[in-house]
């Protein structure tokens, strides 16, 4: 591909979309390219390997898609969190703060006022591939992203909820939730191994259980991993205990958030 086909065919690239695209010539080629459009104020550096092109949006107001940008900040990145909330079409606030997953040890990079910021995804998953079972490719504005399932999602907003605004804001964003598939989302709370996520999605799915419907027998399969002692929803309220998913819900009531009622 001709380097000016590319840039005007990629919003965004990193450097090694723009190596495949340059078909294996010098990198000194590469360099050369790259100088010539920042300099002309074509393109921006968001961080080393990673470039928005600016369209002359400079001074418009005009912005990238950061989320599909948080996708790029590392070679394999995938919105995460609350960004793949975002994505998915279930957040109910807008951040400022995009959130990845990655195994590298790519760092925090500011952009814009913006904040991207890496998670290392839990131990469990490298034995299993790495989780890419339950990452997605999905469309926005005509560019590709790398976005962890829904089913992935929801089960780790509830798992690490500070990471997804706090448990207000994914309570009510996993009431946007449409549909889950079953499987997928059983094995992948089996294979992370945590009770305490077990009691917090069983009682999601107890809440939302006439318009999920999620089979019978796989919440008793949920149900045989959640803890023996029970644990918080939020440690920062006093709760009542929800007995059949040993969790203590907040007492306070939370209409917009399906009133926490199990």
Not at 39 to 54: E, H, N, S, T, Y
Not at 196 to 221: H, Q
Request: charged fraction near 25%; glycine fraction near 8%.
């Amino acid at each position: 591909m001709k380097p000016e086909l590319f840039l005007n065919t990629h919003s965004m690239f990193t450097r090694a979309e723009l190596q495949a695209a340059l078909q294996g010539r010098a990198r000194a080629t590469e360099d050369s390219f790259l100088s010539r459009w920042r300099r002309q104020g074509r393109i921006a550096r968001v961080k080393q390997g990673v470039f928005v092109r600016l369209d002359g949006q400079v001074g418009t107001g005009l912005l990238p898609d950061f989320l599909t940008l948080a996708s790029r900040m590392a070679p394999d990145a995938a919105a995460a969190y609350h960004s793949a909330l975002e994505v998915h079409g279930c957040a109910q606030s807008i951040l400022e703060r995009f959130t990845f997953v990655t195994w590298t040890k790519a760092r925090a990079t500011a952009y814009l006022g913006r904040r991207f910021v890496p998670v290392r995804p839990r131990k469990q998953l490298k034995a299993a591939g790495g989780g890419e079972r339950w990452i997605e490719r999905a469309e926005r504005a005509g560019t590709e992203l790398r976005v962890t399932s829904l089913e992935r999602t929801v089960a780790d907003v509830l798992d690490r909820p500070a990471l997804a605004g706090g448990i207000d804001e994914v309570w009510r964003s996993l009431s946007a939730v449409p549909a889950l598939d079953p499987e997928p989302l059983l094995e992948y709370v089996e294979l992370l191994g945590s009770r305490t996520l077990a009691a917090r999605l069983g009682f999601f799915l107890d809440c939302r259980r006439n318009e999920l419907v999620f089979p019978g027998e796989l919440l008793e399969r949920l149900r045989a991993l959640i803890p023996r002692s029970p644990v918080y929803l939020d440690r920062r309220r006093p709760g009542r205990l929800v007995s059949r998913w040993s969790l203590i819900v907040p007492l306070e009531s939370h209409p917009e958030a399906g009133g926490f009622q199990g």
